[in-house]
């Protein structure tokens, strides 16, 4: 730590220790008596940003240049960090927050750019410089870059930065938003308890945010908004402004109403600091580029909407031939988890959005994805199951769709506990009709279903159906020769994967496990939606796998049957990868199920069907292997013909050219 | 050709504006001071009825008027601007107040700023709200090191009751409202199109502008905090960094 001593204070500041008698009787610095110092080092701080404005002005601008240096200008940083190395016999690559501190306890009026201007009444000299650098212990701390602050981001150290902030009682910080770099944190929480000790209320929040708008300069620039809105209210009260203020109300009164003056003197950044650094933070994620076309998704999870979101990226990475996958970017709205990377493009832009703002107050979430949107100024905007989005397109969607191409997905309903139907084509089909240029369904049988409800005339524009292409398949398993000898003797294997949800029918399958205990039913999934709850209970022959990151990795040809037993759904992804594999399928015919399972190559059960009923099927599979995977092999060759990337690219390239008047 | 026009926009105000044109015309008084010369002018967009009569009384007799069919304030200011006869624009609306020395402290403010060859509009340091809100907002200049290039893309950073040269308004005239796709905020839009031109905005210290905020239902509410700016080419991700005119010349 800093040890201040009289020899490190500039003579013009040993008079205002006069006042430090005065001083005490202030509450906030009673309760600071304790700890001498550090009544200096914020006194003596207060003094140097309590400057005029004017000077302030001139300080923050040099400070800012020489601490970051404008991006038009990275000769002109290097050059003054030259200087400065050359003077102080520091390397060029020191901290220069760091020295920016030190300097600021030390209460040294100026800054170090009027070293480099030769030095000027108001500013230090080189001596000076030098006096203030060299031969103190404290640069020892100095021999590390800016940028090499970043620091690790290890689980361990988000945890630490967790701990940090839990002590100081705002958890709710993204701990992304620090990166994970426990001493960055420590240093903004320090700067924060310095300013609240010296009488400028802030939190953690808004030092990050601060830090962000003004790097290097965050606890100046606390400091000044809250100086000047004091000096602000002393002058519209008390001061040169309050004679204009009382002349005012000689004609109308009213603007002296109430009594009490004015609620809040702001000071920009208003009307939120946190808002304006979390778009800083989430242009400079996008490097600050332009995009040609915007997914936006709510995660990248496990779930078929996350695939859709990738497929419609690989589709716009190839969509014209200048474009490439830098050009995309893929917006997660309200989770920060990209599990599947591998299945985007490589090079798209990911943007972690809610790992990245500093509020996670839904009108802020608004404004600031409204912002991003516009500010990508995108030729397509596409929505997939993003909530945000969503929301915001009831407000502004004649904005998207007046500026860039806006779509939105619609995949299945939902379905309430209590049966009701819900979700978004329930909540936003006719409301956002006319907001959009078109909303796009994955199966006939959803647009069926919304034509139906809305009774649209046959060629109604807008909806459009697109089928899913598969998404590198697997190449169309062999059922393995070994089981086929032994189906008499091994126990046959039946597969199953997805979400542990109520959506998915876990009880379902346990209910058929139990009543097969000859047969393994090896599980891949986790509770997702329902996370929190594991409704998987433990069976002899219900063999859970965990999670897969690759279908290929499944053993498939040891496979009797792939068991698909959803309450609901749209055409899921994972049904067309196992049908594109040749697996047979047993399955329940809902939503868009059946545009996969094909009649007679698959078996598809009803809706209602019983456990009893999938029993009976999966039982006939089992008993004609042969027969079942021959039919199966026939659906593998019909699906990957009807859901390829091509067919794909070109059915939303006729869609999008709707927008376009073509 | 004037020094200055004070141009007031009126739509449905009557009684209203009686504390508008007081402090309007003790501002022009203080400006005359100054010796500056001031053209008055009242600009009726689409007036509610009694409007006009009201207006005829000889309080206002220096005042010329002139009628307009828009049904938007920018383009009433727009058509303002073409008719005004001085060198600088003052524009209030008929509800709000200037502090006495806005007028000839901006005026001299920027004939000083064109004298050195900077292109610049005038803006008070304080906005007051008064009646149905009850606080103040400081402006920054676009020179101000808490001004962020950011903070204008949530924030009108200068509205309308600016100072400005003549040539500001005839080179960049106020946008078209449409209110149903959305786009309302016409001085946001001037604002950053001005600023992405070049011209630098300066705050006058010790100046004020009192606006007046009735209040209003929760729809016009909800209308109005939807509203955005039709050009977003200013606030684009790779334009909003160059913003802020780095150069104190346009």
């Given at each position: 730590m800093h040890q201040s001593s009289l020899d490190d204070i500039s003579p013009p500041f040993v008079g205002v220790l006069a006042f430090l008698g005065n001083l005490s009787r202030v509450k906030g610095v009673r309760e600071m008596a304790s700890d001498k110092r550090r009544i200096l080092a914020a006194f003596l701080y207060l003094s140097c940003i309590s400057a005029s404005k004017t000077q302030f002005h001139a300080q923050t601008r040099a400070f800012r240049a020489m601490l970051q240096g404008p991006k038009e200008s990275r000769s002109g940083q290097l050059l003054q960090r030259r200087a400065l190395a050359r003077i102080s016999g520091l390397p060029q690559e020191v901290s220069y927050k760091r020295l920016f501190r030190r300097w600021v306890d030390a209460g040294i009026p100026g800054n170090p750019m009027g070293i480099l201007a030769g030095g000027t009444s108001e500013q230090p000299d080189e001596d000076a410089?030098?006096?203030?650098?060299?031969?103190?212990?404290?640069?020892?701390?100095?021999?590390?870059?800016?940028?090499?602050?970043?620091?690790?981001?290890?689980?361990?150290?988000?945890?630490?930065?967790?701990?940090?902030?839990?002590?100081?009682?705002?958890?709710?910080?993204?701990?992304?938003?620090?990166?994970?770099?426990?001493?960055?944190?420590?240093?903004?929480?320090?700067?924060?308890?310095?300013?609240?000790?010296?009488?400028?209320?802030?939190?953690?929040?808004?030092?990050?945010?601060?830090?962000?708008?003004?790097?290097?300069?965050?606890?100046?620039?606390?400091?000044?908004?809250?100086?000047?809105?004091?000096?602000?209210?002393?002058?519209?009260?008390?001061?040169?402004?309050?004679?204009?203020?009382?002349?005012?109300?000689?004609?109308?009164?009213?603007?002296?109403?109430?009594?009490?003056?004015?609620?809040?003197?702001?000071?920009?950044?208003?009307?939120?600091?946190?808002?304006?650094?979390?778009?800083?933070?989430?242009?400079?994620?996008?490097?600050?580029?332009?995009?040609?076309?915007?997914?936006?998704?709510?995660?990248?999870g496990m779930s078929g909407a996350a695939r859709v979101a990738a497929t419609a990226s690989h589709a716009f990475a190839t969509l014209e031939p200048d474009t490439s996958p830098d050009d995309i970017v893929v917006i997660r709205t309200e989770h920060s988890d990209l599990e599947y990377p591998q299945w985007f493009p490589e090079g798209v832009r990911h943007l972690d959005f809610p790992g990245l703002i500093l509020s996670s107050a839904q009108p802020e979430r608004k404004k600031l994805l409204l912002a991003v949107l516009r500010g990508l100024a995108p030729q397509t905007i596409l929505n997939v199951n993003s909530r945000l989005l969503w929301d915001i397109t009831l407000a502004h969607g004649k904005v998207f769709s007046d500026q860039s191409r806006f779509f939105a997905y619609f995949f299945c309903s939902d379905m309430r506990a209590d049966g009701y139907e819900a979700g978004y084509p329930v909540e936003f089909f006719y409301r956002a009709m006319g907001e959009v240029n078109g909303f796009i369904t994955d199966s006939d049988d959803l647009a069926d279903t919304l034509r139906s409800r809305y009774m649209l005339p046959d060629n109604a524009p807008g909806l459009h159906v697109l089928r899913t292409p598969l998404l590198d398949p697997v190449p169309p398993v062999q059922r393995a020769p070994s089981d086929a000898d032994a189906t008499t003797t091994a126990r046959p294997k039946i597969l199953w994967a997805g979400r542990f949800d109520r959506q998915k029918r876990v009880d379902l399958l346990v209910e058929i496990a139990r009543t097969m205990p000859d047969v393994d039913f090896l599980v891949w999934g986790k509770a997702v939606l329902d996370a929190g709850r594991d409704p998987m209970p433990s069976l002899p022959n219900l063999i859970r796998k965990g999670t897969y990151s690759d279908f290929a990795e499944l053993p498939l040809s040891e496979a009797h049957a792939w068991l698909y037993t959803s309450a609901w759904d749209g055409v899921p992804t994972l049904l067309m990868d196992v049908a594109a594999a040749g697996v047979p399928l047993v399955g329940s015919l809902v939503g868009g199920t059946g545009e996969v399972m094909h009649d007679g190559l698959a078996v598809g059960l009803k809706p209602d069907a019983s456990a009893k009923d999938y029993v009976t099927a999966i039982r006939q599979v089992i008993a004609d292997q042969e027969g079942a995977w021959a039919r199966a092999a026939i659906l593998a060759d019909r699906i990957r013909d009807e859901r390829n990337l091509t067919r794909y690219r070109e059915d939303l390239r006729d869609i999008l050219a709707q927008k376009d008047g073509n | 050709m004037a020094?200055?026009?004070?141009?007031?926009?009126?739509?449905?105000?009557?009684?209203?504006?009686?504390?508008?044109?007081?402090?309007?015309?003790?501002?022009?008084?203080?400006?005359?001071?100054?010796?500056?010369?001031?053209?008055?002018?009242?600009?009726?967009?689409?007036?509610?009825?009694?409007?006009?009569?009201?207006?005829?009384?000889?309080?206002?007799?220096?005042?010329?008027?002139?009628?307009?069919?828009?049904?938007?304030?920018?383009?009433?200011?727009?058509?303002?601007?073409?008719?005004?006869?001085?060198?600088?624009?003052?524009?209030?609306?008929?509800?709000?107040?200037?502090?006495?020395?806005?007028?000839?402290?901006?005026?001299?403010?920027?004939?000083?700023?064109?004298?050195?060859?900077?292109?610049?509009?005038?803006?008070?340091?304080?906005?007051?709200?008064f009646e149905g809100h009850n606080n103040c907002l400081q402006l920054l200049s676009s020179d101000d090191p808490l001004m962020t290039p950011e903070y204008c893309v949530f924030a009108n950073p200068y509205d309308a009751m600016g100072l400005a040269p003549r040539e500001a308004h005839l080179d960049f005239p106020y946008g078209g409202r449409d209110t149903a796709a959305g786009y309302a905020v016409e001085d946001w839009q001037w604002s950053l199109e001005t600023l992405a031109a070049g011209w630098k905005h300066v705050v006058i210290e010790n100046t004020i502008v009192f606006k007046r905020r009735q209040a209003m239902s929760q729809s016009r509410i909800a209308t109005q905090a939807a509203a955005v700016v039709r050009n977003y080419e200013p606030l684009r991700i790779d334009r909003l960094s160059q913003l802020i005119p780095t150069s104190s010349s346009g």
């Open positions: 410089f030098k006096d203030f650098v060299l031969n103190r212990a404290w640069t020892g701390e100095l021999a590390t870059s800016d940028d090499a602050e970043k620091g690790p981001t290890t689980s361990a150290s988000f945890q630490e930065v967790h701990g940090l902030l839990a002590q100081i009682g705002e958890p709710e910080v993204p701990q992304q938003v620090l990166n994970g770099n426990p001493q960055a944190t420590a240093e903004i929480i320090a700067d924060m308890k310095r300013l609240n000790a010296a009488g400028y209320a802030t939190n953690i929040t808004s030092m990050v945010a601060h830090q962000t708008l003004y790097p290097g300069e965050a606890m100046a620039m606390v400091a000044e908004r809250g100086r000047r809105a004091k000096e602000l209210k002393q002058r519209l009260t008390t001061g040169a402004m309050a004679a204009l203020v009382r002349k005012a109300a000689q004609f109308e009164p009213l603007v002296a109403h109430p009594a009490r003056g004015p609620n809040s003197y702001v000071i920009p950044p208003n009307p939120n600091v946190a808002l304006t650094a979390s778009l800083k933070r989430l242009y400079d994620e996008l490097e600050r580029r332009p995009a040609k076309h915007v997914v936006v998704t709510n995660r990248c | 020094d200055i026009a004070a141009l007031v926009t009126v739509h449905g105000e009557t009684v209203l504006a009686g504390p508008t044109f007081g402090s309007a015309e003790a501002a022009i008084a203080q400006a005359e001071l100054a010796g500056l010369t001031v053209e008055r002018r009242i600009g009726f967009d689409r007036p509610k009825p009694g409007v006009l009569d009201h207006f005829e009384q000889s309080a206002f007799d220096g005042w010329i008027k002139t009628v307009h069919d828009f049904g938007d304030q920018g383009a009433t200011r727009n058509a303002l601007a073409q008719l005004a006869g001085a060198d600088f624009l003052a524009f209030l609306d008929a509800d709000d107040l200037w502090s006495e020395n806005f007028l000839s402290e901006g005026t001299l403010e920027l004939k000083r700023l064109r004298d050195q060859g900077v292109k610049a509009i005038a803006h008070p340091e304080v906005n007051w709200f």
